[in-house]
């Protein structure tokens, strides 16, 4: 059994600052990617920030310069730290992770259970 542990989100004025977290835990080999996606009702499901085992990041243009994606692998955890938060903001965010379990020779994606993010203007 795996599990993903969201925290972190919240209220906040705009121009604020918020950490997610995302711990996961159980039976587990190895982990890949990890990652952050929003989404918005009505709207398709946003990918926000990644980063590889290797460490290397990418983010959607729309929070380049203000969201920064960072892992511990020693707790199995990836963060989310967003500063200078726009109304736009405004979303359920959910982490992902791409991982292995023990005697499994692929990998798959588990999903946290979302934690809501709201940028008041």
């Known amino acids: 059994q795996v599990q993903l542990a969201e925290s972190g989100g919240g209220l906040v004025q705009a121009g604020g600052s918020l950490r997610l977290s995302c711990a996961a835990s159980?039976?587990?080999?190895?982990?890949?990617?990890m990652g952050w996606y929003r989404q918005v009702p009505g709207k398709q499901r946003e990918l926000v920030a990644t980063?590889?085992?290797?460490?290397?990041?990418d983010y959607v243009d729309s929070v380049k310069g203000r969201f920064t994606i960072s892992r511990d692998n020693a707790k199995k955890t990836v963060y989310l730290q967003m500063n200078s938060l726009k109304p736009e903001d405004t979303a359920l965010y959910y982490c992902?992770?791409?991982?292995?379990?023990?005697?499994?020779?692929?990998?798959?994606?588990?999903w946290g259970q979302g934690t809501q993010v709201t940028v008041s203007s």
């Open positions: 980063i590889t085992d290797g460490s290397s990041t």
């Open positions: 992902y992770v791409d991982l292995q379990r023990p005697g499994w020779g692929y990998r798959n994606r588990y």
């Open positions: 159980g039976n587990i080999f190895s982990i890949n990617d």
